[in-house]
């Protein structure tokens, strides 16, 4: 099988597994890691020889640019201390334990085990974040555990790249903390320039495809200046892309804004579930050049490492919040403790680990490789599928409080808006009749959004607004049947009937998220 065969299938069965992970209501990190896992070890199946340091530059900018695009500068900033404590007190505490550990227990070299450290040490949201939407959790800790992804990918690949050049011996421990900080602040400043100079490029620009190509090019362009100037690329592109996530309401327009999110959105699926399963198909020659391996050995080893980066988390959660002075409750300290799924962050930088190192071979690259994917491995099933009754056991599901919070926020939205309005009909020129038809359908908006409110904990599936949306999409639906004979009598231009079938596909999404038809 040729590589761009075997691309074309993990694409495949990147979109089988994650389909029948939503159909069985898991996280689909968990389904990929496990498919890869399994496709790995079919017989006969090529290992495709991936160059280190192109992963990292495909794989990485992507993935932590749309981390930062879909990251809420305001409330990172409103949680800010527990989302540092996190981000780089524990990190910097599991870098040094898994170190500690690897070198001591598995003999491999200190600058490898930091390195090592380094891959384990950033965690994913994506899984524990599809289970706390799936169950609508309210609060701050979605906030916070999103905030520690973007954080502490900068903290702990930071940390990679300082531990890497260790390896190769051009770096001296009096300099490592100074090399530290100088890398971060360099990455943070290039960030900024590159945020605010696509921002700027964007708001000239009014076509979404040209708006989508931008777009990938700013973490490129982050990333590849940042590095150059030995600079961090990690944090240079978290920075640009929480910098353009501000301010995309103020320079895009709104269908070039739902086109580009759509576009990261499937990038960041696609790319997450090709690096599970590309270190999932490499796990059989991995194995094999470990000198020595003994299944039951390698087993030990990697269960003692994935105990070592959860025991640590559980511990932090304990102690820490307390000197921090966190503002939550100790059900969330559970559930966060109970959060930290590594993913393809840390996949990315594993695969990136060089074979060599300013002409040093990399120590132990293979035994570094698999405790690594196995801890991955682990640290996402195990959680990922007992995520969900813990919360709920917890008491942290969906929320009256969310459910009010939406409706009071979407009616001062609509009273602005009929207040805009009541303000232009007093202008000349404006049609009585056109304000009438504006203010009923506002008017309509805040009385679904004042039942709401009055249904409180209500969910019947009899109420009115429930009602309501059923209407709404079987009206929708008889709209579909009148466009598809329009389509078979080909008497309208085929971009007309695009265009109508986009905005009827808006209205139903609208509707069904909603109510969560």
């Known amino acids: 099988m040729h590589e761009i065969e075997l691309f074309v299938f993990l694409v495949l069965a990147v979109a089988v597994l994650a389909g029948l992970a939503m159909r069985l ?7 990929l890691v496990l498919g890869g896992l399994v496709i790995g070890l079919v017989p006969g199946l090529p290992s495709p020889k991936l160059d280190p340091d192109l992963v990292f530059f495909v794989f990485l900018p992507p993935l932590l640019y749309s981390a930062g695009v879909s990251a809420s500068a305001y409330e990172l900033r409103a949680n800010a201390r527990p989302i540092l404590w996190l981000a780089t007190g524990l990190v910097i505490v599991t870098i040094a334990a898994v170190a500690a550990v690897a070198h001591a227990v598995m003999g491999i070299p200190w600058a490898a085990a930091f390195v090592l450290g380094a891959v384990l040490g950033p965690t994913d949201p994506v899984s524990a974040n599809a289970v706390l939407n799936r169950l609508g959790v309210s609060g701050r800790m979605p ?13 702990g690949l930071t940390a990679y790249k300082v531990a890497l050049a260790a390896v190769g011996a051009s770096a001296s421990a009096p300099g490592i903390g100074v090399q530290f900080v100088a890398a971060a602040a360099g990455g943070i400043a290039v960030g900024l320039a590159a945020g605010w100079l696509f921002s700027r490029l964007r708001s000239a620009v009014t076509d979404p495809s040209l708006d989508v190509t931008l777009s990938v090019l700013t973490p490129f362009v982050a990333y590849i200046p940042a590095e150059r100037i030995g600079a961090s690329g990690v944090l240079a592109t978290v920075t640009a892309g929480v910098f353009t996530g501000v301010r995309s309401l103020d320079v895009l327009e709104p269908g070039t804004r739902l086109r580009t999110l759509a576009f990261w959105q499937s990038t960041t699926f696609l790319l997450d579930g090709l690096l599970f399963l590309l270190i999932g198909v490499q796990v059989p020659s991995i194995l094999d050049r470990i000198e020595g391996a003994d299944a039951l050995t390698l087993t030990g080893q990697a269960l003692l490492i994935t105990a070592v980066v959860m025991g640590v988390r559980a511990a932090w959660m304990t102690v820490a919040p307390w000197i921090a002075h966190a503002d939550t409750t100790p059900p969330e300290r559970i559930a966060i403790a109970w959060s930290g799924m590594r993913g393809g962050v840390s ?7 060089p074979v060599v190192v300013d002409g040093t071979r990399f120590p ?10 196995a801890t991955i491995v682990i640290t996402l099933v195990v959680p990922g599928l007992t995520l969900a009754p813990l919360l709920r056991r917890l008491g942290l599901g969906e929320s009256p409080g969310r459910r009010r919070a939406e409706a009071e926020a979407r009616l001062r939205l609509n009273h602005a808006a009929l207040e805009r309005l009541e303000e232009l009909a007093e202008q000349d020129g404006v049609p009585e009749h056109v304000v009438d038809r504006a203010r009923d359908r506002y008017q309509s908006r805040i009385e679904r959004l004042q039942a709401r409110l009055d249904d409180g904990e209500q969910t019947d599936r009899g109420t009115d607004i429930y009602l309501a949306a059923r209407l709404l999409v079987e009206m929708i639906e008889a709209e579909r049947d009148v466009l598809r004979e329009l389509r078979r009598e080909r008497a309208y231009p085929a971009e007309t009937l695009r265009e109508i079938e986009r905005e009827l596909d808006l209205d139903e999404s609208r509707v069904r998220a909603r109510i969560r038809l």
């Open 25 to 31: 209501q898991v996280p689909y990190p968990v389904a």
């Open 143 to 155: 906030t916070i555990l999103e905030g520690e992804s973007l954080v502490n990918d900068g903290t």
């Open 347 to 353: 996949l990315a930088a594993a695969l990136a680990i």
């Open 364 to 373: 132990d690259r293979d035994l570094v490789l698999f405790l690594a994917y």
